[in-house]
């Protein structure tokens, strides 16, 4: 039983969440506040997860006709030194970013990081989300803002995908999917 990752082969029970969803959640926060400049730092697009996140970041900035292309994403892995070169990237070359979202908790604590390093303050200057909602999003300072799996809730629904099969009885659904969340907290504001 795999969690967190949709694998191409369907016989291999899952447990995700609709990685679509988060990214519609992240997006449909920001414009909420009225951010137009977002970028987004995703996690490998080799993954699915990375790839449904951003589908669904970009068809709300689409709907809201808020300009949005490849140039305003950086690919990356999942590590706080993502976050950081990242955002540095992206500052580079577009001046008047004033959101963004991090595909996890880590790559938007080094965002944090690198921003606090060069004077600017969150949320004041730059929003930034996260993802996952691990205990990172209410260590840091600002608490993060984040969209939430059900970690809990998918590792109950794996444990007893994994005693069913134990048992030799039919599973009777081979990929479960969850919702995310979006939990508010310090690190987003109304764009100025």
Not at 1 to 9: G, P, S
Not at 135 to 149: F, N, R, S, Y
Request: aromatic share 4%; with cysteine.
């Amino acid at each position: 039983v795999v969690i967190d990752r949709a694998l191409e082969d369907e016989s291999v029970p899952s447990v995700i969440i609709n990685n679509y969803r988060a990214g519609e959640l992240a997006a449909g926060h920001l414009v909420s506040l009225g951010h137009k400049y977002i970028v987004c730092i995703t996690g490998p697009l080799n993954i699915a997860l990375s790839r449904e996140r951003i589908k669904g970041f970009k068809q709300v900035l689409m709907n809201h006709h808020i300009e949005f292309d490849e140039h305003w994403i950086f690919e990356g892995d999942f590590k706080i030194e993502t976050g950081i070169r990242g955002i540095i990237s992206l500052l580079r070359n577009h001046k008047k970013v004033t959101a963004v979202w991090a595909q996890n908790d880590v790559m938007a604590a080094g965002v944090i990081k690198e921003l606090h390093k060069r004077g600017l303050k969150v949320p004041e200057d730059i929003s930034v989300i996260g993802m996952d909602d691990t205990i990172l999003a209410v260590t840091i300072t600002p608490a993060l803002t984040t969209i939430q799996q059900p970690f809990k809730e998918m590792s109950e629904k794996a444990v007893e995908m994994i005693l069913l099969q134990k048992e030799g009885v039919a599973i009777p659904c081979k990929k479960i999917v969850l919702e995310p969340t979006l939990i508010i907290r310090e690190t987003t504001a109304s764009a100025k």
